[in-house]
């Protein structure tokens, strides 16, 4: 659309579960990851630049990759934005802002307990494929991509 | 022992598994279906209404603390707790204030650490610098963690006498004091206290996860 996150991060809130709704059907169609981080969270930090390189990597083959923070929104300037510069991130990234966490987690996934990291990989039919929590390395998430794509070119 | 260790594992594979869905193989879907099945009683975090089986910690500071051993305690509050995960850092400043008064009321508190990243003595300098009014035990091998299948920090269960789950979820809705809008495990406690039933006896919470043997 516009320049507009050519040098600024674009760092959309997430207020209720239509605003998550809208991501998974922005991306119908497309296998889509989704991870939950935040700037305090030491595995997250160290597993982000491995799926920052992966959506860089299979961005063209139609993967799409959306970050939620569950920072503290009022954390956004101060932490969460310094940090998606520093990672070079120049796609657009969300974070949490719904009023009561419970339901943020439970619309998110009613089996996650709110532990992070937790990444998903949804698959083209918006499926979900896998949720992984914890932290994992560029090599596994390229690994179940692959998997992923190889089964989906054999279904269609 | 090696079957607490072997149930991690398989909670953590199950979790991958769960989520395989269309296939376009059915024979799988039976697979992991009767996995489900088999699996049941182990993937999720022991909840209210689930008996805790009994463990001991011999720890840092030369105390022996045996779970059955604890007796006449209104309550039992187990809060899984880090060093070093920010989220709990956040309650450093006001913990000993929370739990202060129920202490007082004959409510027993122990934090257990179950990090295998963060060593013995990281832990009791931690424990030693804020001053915590409540025992620290250092979980090695995070096998009391598996015991509650716990995922995370902070993460609280109370149990009764009879080491039965009657809450579990979080100390507060947030880690920063100014942002806190509901004090759920203490108001879990005063039901209990009061002879009620907790109304909220699960909630959820962000936090760190457990950093148990395999990198996670």
């Known amino acids: 659309m516009s320049g507009l996150y050519l040098n600024a991060q674009t760092v959309i809130p997430l207020k209720t579960g239509s605003d998550i709704d809208k991501i998974k059907n922005d991306a119908a169609g497309n296998i889509y990851i989704i991870n939950l981080w935040a700037t305090w969270c030491k595995p997250c930090v160290e597993e982000f630049p491995g799926l920052v390189q992966l959506y860089r990597d299979y961005e063209q083959k139609g993967v799409k990759l959306f970050f939620i923070s569950v920072d503290?929104?009022?954390?956004?300037?101060?932490?969460?934005?310094?940090?998606?510069?520093?990672?070079?991130?120049?796609?657009?990234?969300?974070?949490?802002?719904?009023?009561?966490?419970?339901?943020?987690?439970?619309?998110?996934?009613?089996?996650?307990?709110?532990?992070?990291?937790?990444?998903?990989?949804?698959?083209?039919?918006?499926?979900?494929?896998?949720?992984?929590?914890?932290?994992?390395?560029?090599?596994?998430?390229?690994?179940?991509?692959?998997?992923?794509?190889?089964?989906?070119?054999?279904?269609? | 022992m090696l079957i607490k260790f072997k149930i991690s594992k398989i909670k953590q594979l199950f979790y991958n598994f769960e989520y395989i869905k269309d296939m376009k193989n059915k024979t799988i879907n039976i697979f992991v279906g009767l996995f489900l099945v088999l699996l049941s009683s182990q993937i999720f975090a022991k909840e209210p209404g689930d008996k805790i089986d009994d463990f001991t910690i011999v720890n840092f500071d030369n105390k022996t603390y045996t779970l059955s051993e604890v007796k006449d305690s209104k309550a039992i509050v187990i809060i899984f707790w880090?060093?070093?995960?920010?989220?709990?850092?956040?309650?450093?400043?006001?913990?000993?204030?929370?739990?202060?008064p129920y202490i007082e009321k004959g409510v027993t508190f122990w934090g257990i650490n179950s990090n295998q990243t963060e060593t013995v003595n990281q832990v009791m300098e931690h424990y030693k610098n804020n001053n915590y009014i409540f025992p620290m035990l250092k979980d090695e091998g995070s096998k009391v963690a598996d015991i509650f299948e716990a995922t995370r920090t902070p993460e609280v269960f109370i149990l009764d006498n009879g080491r039965t789950i009657l809450y579990h979820g979080r100390l507060e809705d947030n880690s920063r004091k100014e942002k806190v809008t509901t004090h759920d495990m203490t108001d879990a406690l005063d039901e209990i206290l009061a002879g009620k039933e907790v109304t909220s006896k699960t909630t959820k919470s962000f936090g760190c996860t457990i950093k148990r043997n395999e990198k996670n």
């Open chain 1, 72 to 156: 503290e929104p009022s954390e956004l300037e101060k932490s969460i934005i310094p940090f998606l510069k520093n990672q070079n991130v120049d796609f657009v990234t969300y974070f949490n802002s719904f009023d009561k966490m419970d339901d943020f987690i439970n619309y998110i996934d009613m089996k996650w307990d709110g532990s992070i990291p937790m990444t998903y990989i949804y698959d083209k039919s918006g499926i979900l494929y896998k949720g992984f929590l914890g932290s994992r390395s560029y090599e596994f998430f390229k690994n179940e991509l692959d998997n992923l794509l190889i089964s989906s070119k054999a279904g269609n």
């Open chain 2, 82 to 100: 880090s060093a070093e995960c920010p989220f709990v850092q956040g309650f450093n400043d006001r913990i000993n204030d929370i739990v202060k």
